[in-house]
Nanobody, 124 residues
Framework: QVQLLESGGGLVQAGGSLRLSCAAS????????MGWFRQVPGKEREFVAA????????TYADSVKGRFTIFRYNAEFPVYLEMNSLKREDTAVYYC?????????????????WGQGTQVTISS
């Protein structure tokens, strides 16, 4: 069983930065990709960023391009989401997820395992 645990969330002022981490435990696994998603109450969980595990190719939502960076060192966990120039609209619970099958990386229904989420709150 794969377990994912996010950390690094918190309260930060607009314009600030945060780095989220996603650690993995349980059985050893190699995902096709790891993704970050976010959700606010009353809205759908939305794609933020993803990285393919073997090549390290990255994909970003338009809303975070140029501000967020997803990365990992040497194809190992943790997976990180570096968030800069944060805006109030970035406030959400952020989830990391593992995708085991190849294909598009931006669809939330294509991911197989999810963490519990970490709250990110941006104040004005």
């Amino acid at each position: 069983q794969v377990q994912l645990l996010e950390s690094g969330g918190g309260l930060v002022q607009a314009g600030g930065s945060l780095r989220l981490s996603c650690a993995a435990s349980g059985r050893t696994f190699t995902p096709y990709a790891m993704g970050w998603f976010r959700q606010v109450p009353g809205k759908e969980r939305e794609f933020v960023a993803a990285i393919t595990w073997s090549l390290g190719s990255t994909t970003y939502a338009d809303s975070v391009k140029g501000r967020f960076t997803i990365f990992r060192y040497n194809a190992e966990f943790p997976v990180y989401l570096e968030m800069n120039s944060l805006k109030r609209e970035d406030t959400a619970v952020y989830y990391c997820a593992a995708k085991f099958r190849s294909g598009l990386v931006s669809g939330r229904y294509d991911y197989d395992s999810w963490g519990q989420g970490t709250q990110v709150t941006i104040s004005s």
